[in-house]
């Protein structure tokens, strides 16, 4: 935490992800030299989201099926 605080002096932000914050939430705000950032993310598809979830699925079930 030491080594990030110091490399962040100067930046307008820290962008870190959900896991990092878990732990980074618990510093003391006023330790931090700029905002720390936590996007929340989302994917939306456009086409072929159908297609992806029956790769995915039949992927899952053949590993499933691999393992007994």
Do not use: M, N
């Amino acid at each position: 935490v030491d080594r990030l605080i110091e490399s962040a002096s100067g930046s307008d932000a820290i962008v870190v992800t959900g896991k990092d914050w878990v732990k980074l939430s618990r510093v003391p705000a006023d330790w931090w030299p700029c905002a720390v950032v936590r996007p929340r993310l989302s994917i939306g598809f456009v086409e072929g989201e159908s297609l992806l979830r029956d790769l995915v699925i039949g992927t899952a079930g053949l590993r499933i099926d691999a393992d007994q």
